[in-house]
């Protein structure tokens, strides 16, 4: 049975942008639709009965709602919907555990924060062992993520062409579940993969200027040649998808953000090793391309 798609519904503005995000990836996987709601009830130090008795009605009625909106846009699409009743992030987990990705929807872009600005974000982000696809509600998610009306399959971006896919791969130690899940996105989307490759290097070693020269002179050469060894085995699973690499330039961070400006999506990978939760397991490249980029951004875990 295809794992579902799921979408953890929340009160922030993207959340509805990201049920459509969702809805239209269901469809190109073929796979069912899964609306889930985390809600918990909060002590009356921290939440008035008011607020409290709002945030649970809005856990029942909005994802309803917006599955009503969804079948008659995908009107051939297994939606379901279901309300969880404790710790959002620990809710969200085990939502995740059991489909092929999930889906959340964060607060605008443009903010300090970004898109791990919300606590339920970031702490899902950095412990689930499932891919996690971040939808924002600014620019970026109204053009990548809102309907924009026709069939079941349209580009949800409103746009003939849709944008590559982008993925940033560290040629000396390349995460294969991300690279996999991007050229299988890439593949249902029918665009172009841009690999953009790079490392952070330190920027002085110990045994002095002259040997840095050296190391860095013939990094470049030896990265590229990792890297086509990497996508060799996922390009002959993926015949038709087109990949154009990006020589390394700048920062990974800020090119894999910029190359994200036109993207249907971008994806990043997250190291087995980072076990802690928080920014420091998400790991300080994807926190900058995370707060930086206005596409949807899936965070694939190594296993």
Known sequence: MTRPVTVGMNNTAGSVLAARWGAHEASLRDAPLRLVSAWEWQPYARASLASNEMAEQWSRRVPVE???????????????????TGPPPEMLCRAAAESGLLVIGVGGLGTRAGFLGGSVASATVSVTERP???????????????????ERGDDVSGTKDPGPVVVGVDPGRPNEEAL???FEAASLRSVRLDVIHGRHRPARSAHGPEADQV?????PGRDEELLRG?????SERYPAVAVRE??????PARELADAGAGASLVVLGLEARRRRRGVARVGHMNHAVLHRCSAPVAVVPER
Do not use: C, M, N
Request: glycine share 18%.
């Open 246 to 251: 990006h020589p390394p330039g700048g920062k």
């Open 215 to 219: 190391r860095r002179a013939a990094e």
């Open 132 to 150: 996690v696809v971040l939808v924002g509600s600014g620019r970026g998610a109204a053009e990548h993520g809102e309907y924009e009306g026709g």
């Open 180 to 182: 996999g899940f991007a």
């Open 66 to 84: 917006t599955a009503a909106e969804l079948r008659r846009q995908y009107p051939g699409l297994d939606i379901t919907t279901e309300r969880l």
């Open 230 to 234: 990497t996508l060799a085995p996922w």
